[in-house]
T-cell receptor, first 118, second 115 residues
Framework: AQKITQTQPGMFVQEKEAVTLDCTYDTSDPSYGLFWYKQPSSGEMIFLIYQGSYDQQNATEGRYSLNFQKARKSANLVISASQLGDSAMYFCAMREGLRETSGSRLTFGEGTQLTVNP | ETGVTQSPTHLIKTRGQQVTLRCSSQSGHNTVSWYQQALGQGPQFIFQYYREEENGRGNFPPRFSGLQFPNYSSELNVNALELDDSALYLC??????????????FGSGTRLTVV
């Protein structure tokens, strides 16, 4: 069973508008972490935002916020005020278990290609 | 602080050959993990190294092997290359001393083409 599902292969948004990228996950472990990464055409994975399973509040990092709905097992990324430089592939990823035991094993989704139009 | 550096950036090999990819960890990081990313897909976890030993492995055959050195840099070796091994190989470093859960720094990857 796929553990991370990103149902939007491609998304388009106008510059300065907000966009939501969807991510659902599946795990039976009560301890987990959810990540969003941006991957430009250069290939590097750029960390955007993190949400722990026990975090009470939704994570925010500048223009990025994570809409964490634990009961629905969803962790959508919201990008406010889109910029042309936001055009890239976006990946949702999950680490199951505690960092001390699971290390850096991340499970990634298939990604969403975001295009910001001027 | 330096980031994660991977070499080479691009590589073309023939089926059946062997390849070694290299990764330097970010300063202060002691754990290295490797991922394979096929075209149009998300990265897949290959394995992780901590204290020069493999301590976690994904669903990859034994012909994928690795090393971690005392300076925490790492190598990924792939023997008997197959066409399906063509992919972007990403290295990520992290630290067991980090209190934050987001301390994974990725390199820009090595793009391997097997012909």
């Amino acid at each position: 069973a796929q553990k991370i599902t990103q149902t939007q292969p491609g998304m388009f948004v106008q510059e300065k508008e907000a966009v939501t990228l969807d991510c659902t996950y599946d795990t039976s472990d009560p301890s987990y972490g959810l990540f969003w990464y941006k991957q430009p055409s250069s290939g590097e994975m750029i960390f955007l935002i993190y949400q722990g399973s026990y975090d009470q509040q939704n994570a925010t990092e500048g223009r990025y916020s994570l809409n964490f709905q634990k009961a629905r097992k969803s962790a959508n990324l919201v990008i406010s005020a889109s910029q042309l430089g936001d055009s890239a592939m976006y990946f949702c990823a999950m680490r199951e278990g505690l960092r001390e035991t699971s290390g850096s094993r991340l499970t990634f989704g298939e990604g969403t290609q975001l295009t910001v139009n001027p | 602080e330096t980031g994660v550096t991977q070499s080479p950036t691009h590589l073309i090999k023939t089926r059946g050959q062997q390849v070694t990819l290299r990764c330097s960890s970010q300063s202060g990081h002691n754990t290295v993990s490797w991922y394979q990313q096929a075209l149009g897909q998300g990265p897949q976890f290959i394995f992780q190294y901590y204290r020069e030993e493999e301590n976690g492995r994904g669903n990859f055959p034994p012909r994928f092997s690795g090393l971690q050195f005392p300076n925490y840099s790492s190598e990924l070796n792939v023997n008997a290359l197959e066409l399906d091994d063509s992919a972007l190989y990403l290295c990520a470093s992290s630290s067991t001393w980090d209190r934050g859960d987001y301390g994974y720094t990725f390199g820009s990857g090595t793009r391997l083409t097997v012909v």
